[in-house]
């Protein structure tokens, strides 16, 4: 198996219009995954954080559908996890 991890429809044409990417289940931690997504689509790299390698303010990481804040990057992944991306919006 591997870590699923789930592009909302805002980034999907970042990713070839992949809904879902698979990652290794060697990753330990959802940050070891979004790097792995990353080093495959690096155009992800500046939606999700910002350039102190912080997570956007507007991202939100949720594991198996539980949130994963605080420290979202240093929640424990193991095989068959599903990992979502968050875009939150605001607006009015």
Same mark, same amino acid.
């Given at each position: ?16 219009? $992949? ?13 070891? !995954?979004?790097?792995? !997504?990353?080093?495959?689509?690096? $155009? ?49």
């Amino acid at each position: 198996m591997s870590i699923k991890i789930h592009i909302p429809h805002l980034m999907q044409s970042l990713t070839d219009n $992949q809904e879902f990417l698979e990652t290794s289940k060697e990753n330990k931690n959802v940050g070891a !995954c979004l790097k792995e !997504c990353i080093s495959r689509y690096p $155009q992800l790299k500046p939606k999700l954080f910002n350039k102190k390698g912080k997570l956007h303010n507007y991202i939100e990481i949720y594991i198996n559908q539980e949130s994963a804040y605080p420290d979202e990057l240093a929640k424990p992944v193991k095989d068959g996890d599903l990992i979502y991306i968050t875009v939150m919006l605001a607006g009015g």
